[in-house]
Structures are given as structure tokens and as C-alpha cells.
């Protein structure tokens, strides 16, 4: 297995969007959170898919040079347009302003309509949690998971994303509203393995663990099937009627081609700053003691370890850091020839 170190990878990812029309500056940010993505394990959103927005660059889907524009706000909300501009900036630019506004008021909410995928949706989640705020941030999608009793695609797996600070390393979840998102299903087929539990339904109906018969199907299981399916709906509504955008059934209609993957996607991030609301000393010691206490469960299986959202995905980080990233060198060299 080939390891390529944080400062490659970013810099080969920085020439790329350079050579793909980006300001050397904003080349440098977005390779920073694709570099970051990959650095935490989460490959599926960081090197594996850069090609595709490279792609998406070269097709004119992806305007390298758009920024987000104010349409209007209110108390504690800002509205913005991101005139279909990369989605990993527009939505780092909405949590900053989302954590400004919590450290000057205590909450703040801010959505993006007309965006792109936003790739690793951790990503933000994590910076919120260094900004020393509560993060909340999710997205809709295009139709890519089937409503809970049905056979075909009609809502979005739309990820959620709730991170809390923490001195010695914040809480981080990032999940789909699926068993395993379709870029998990990639990583493990990439790996010639099968999934750790069902991932959704074969052409024939049947639950399978094999990740290249879900892609294949496209019937990705909700997780806690109905509830998932139920949770994915209204996080779909929430978003377009807050954001003033397209819905997953606009979203579908939207697309100029079938493998366009949320295009004019509508997204929420919302922050609020414990410290300022409750004070350093309670955030610090609750945080500490809820730990604290989730470390002393039992594990189920031997040699185990209960972990907390995010913990896994810090020691990755230190592991990939000091060793370097693992990458599939099919996808790799792909990039180096961009």
C-alpha cells in the first residue's frame, strides 16, 4: 500500500485546481479540506473524489471563481446564494459565519442555496469545534436512497453533522442518512471487501453486505430504516424552506446530466458558543465527565474499546500523519496526471 504525506498531497491537489482555473489562494483551500478529508480517513470525499470535481470543473457545472452572495437576513439568520460555486469553500464560508455570529450573540444561523457538494460535510463540524462552538450543518441531495418501503431512488441520503468542543479533542459526528454512504460503498469495494453489516438490497430484493451490488441496485438502506428514511425527508424540507432553494425533487430536475451529484443543493449551518452562553468552566467539566463516563462501559467484544464520535477519527489523523496517507494507486496516479 502507497503512502503519500499531508504536504504532497495537498500541494499535488493545489496544482491541479490551479491548472482548473482557481486563484493559487483559493487552489490552496480547497486542496487544504480534500488533503484534510483524506488525513481522516474519510477517502471516499477527500483524494477519491477529486477527479470527479476536476470533472465537473472541465464540464462548466462547478464555477471555480463564484463566491457566496448575501440575499437577505434576519436576527440571528443570514441567507446566501453560492452561485454554483466549489462547494467545500462555500460551505467552510457559511460556518465562519456562522461561529461569528455565536461569538457575538450566542447562536448563529446561516443557509446556502444554488451550492455544490459540500465533499467531507466533517469537515465543518470539526471547524466549528476549534472555533470553540457547538456546530450543526446538514445538506440535502439528489435522489440517491429509497423513502422506506419503496424500490427506487426519491430521497437524498443528506448528511448530518453535530460536533462539540472539547479541550482535549472535540466530538464529532458525520453521518448520511444511510446504513453507508455511496462513497463507503466505493472505499470498500476498492478493497475488494464486504460491509460490516447490510448496506442495502440487491437487483433481487435481498439484503446484501456486498457494497458493489448496493451501487449497482442503488437501494442503499436508511439507517434505522424507516426512522433514516423519515429523518432524510425532513432535513430535505428544513433545508429549502430555510435556505429559499430546491428541494431533492428540484434538485433531480435541476441536473443537467444523471452523474451530477448535488447541483443547486440548499444547506443549513448553525452554531452556538457554549462558552459565552453557559461559561468555559461548566462546557470544560461536562464535556470532560460525559466522556469520562462513556469510557467505562464495558466493551461487547474482546480487546474492544467504546469510543466517542470523532475519537477514531483523531487517531487515524495522528496515525496517517506520521506514516502518510494510504491511497489506491489507480486513483492516485490518476490525479498526478491532471
Not at 60 to 68: E, T
Not at 159 to 165: K, R
Not at 218 to 230: N, V
Not at 270 to 276: H, N, R
Request: with cysteine.
Amino acid at each position: 500500500m502507497t503512502r503519500i504525506p499531508f504536504e504532497v498531497m495537498k500541494k499535488e491537489f493545489a496544482r491541479v485546481f490551479v491548472k482548473h482555473g482557481f486563484t493559487p489562494a483559493r487552489a490552496e483551500e480547497s486542496a487544504q479540506l480534500f488533503a484534510a478529508s483524506s488525513l481522516d480517513g474519510v477517502y471516499s470525499h477527500g483524494i477519491n473524489r477529486v477527479p470527479r470535481f476536476v470533472d465537473y470543473i472541465a464540464k462548466g457545472y462547478v464555477h471555480v471563481d463564484a463566491v457566496p452572495t448575501r440575499i437577505d437576513g434576519m436576527g440571528s439568520i443570514e441567507r446566501y446564494d453560492g452561485n454554483l460555486g466549489p462547494g467545500d469553500l462555500n460551505a467552510k464560508f457559511c460556518m465562519e459565519r456562522a461561529t461569528a455570529m455565536a461569538h457575538a450573540s450566542g447562536m448563529g444561523v446561516v443557509t446556502i442555496n444554488n451550492t455544490h457538494h459540500w465533499m467531507r460535510g466533517g469537515n465543518y463540524g470539526w471547524q466549528a469545534a476549534r472555533a470553540g462552538c457547538i456546530g450543526i450543518c446538514w445538506t440535502n441531495t439528489e435522489s440517491c436512497m429509497p423513502p422506506w418501503g419503496a424500490k427506487d431512488a426519491k430521497v437524498g441520503n443528506n448528511p448530518f453533522v453535530i460536533a462539540v468542543p472539547r479541550e482535549e479533542g472535540p466530538v464529532v459526528l458525520d453521518m448520511a442518512m444511510s446504513q453507508f454512504s455511496y462513497g463507503k460503498l466505493q472505499v470498500t469495494r476498492l478493497k475488494n471487501e464486504m460491509l460490516p453489516v447490510d448496506g442495502g438490497f440487491d437487483r433481487e430484493g435481498h439484503l446484501t453486505r456486498d457494497p458493489g451490488a448496493v451501487e449497482e441496485s442503488m437501494r442503499i438502506l436508511p439507517t434505522g430504516f424507516w426512522k433514516g428514511s423519515g429523518l432524510a425527508i425532513l432535513l430535505d424540507l428544513v433545508t429549502a424552506l430555510l435556505a429559499g432553494g430546491l428541494s431533492t425533487c428540484g434538485i433531480d430536475k435541476a441536473k443537467p446530466a444523471a452523474e451530477v451529484s448535488c447541483y443547486k443543493a440548499s444547506q443549513i449551518f448553525i452554531a452556538f458558543d457554549p462558552m459565552l452562553i453557559s461559561g468555559q468552566d461548566f462546557v470544560q467539566q461536562t464535556v470532560a465527565d460525559a466522556i469520562d463516563y462513556l469510557h467505562t462501559a464495558i466493551p461487547a467484544e474482546k480487546n474492544g474499546k467504546v469510543a466517542f464520535p470523532g475519537e477514531r477519527t483523531a487517531k487515524t489523523r495522528k496515525e496517517n500523519l506520521a506514516q502518510g496517507i494510504p491511497v489506491n494507486d489507480v486513483i492516485w496516479n490518476q490525479i498526478l496526471g491532471l
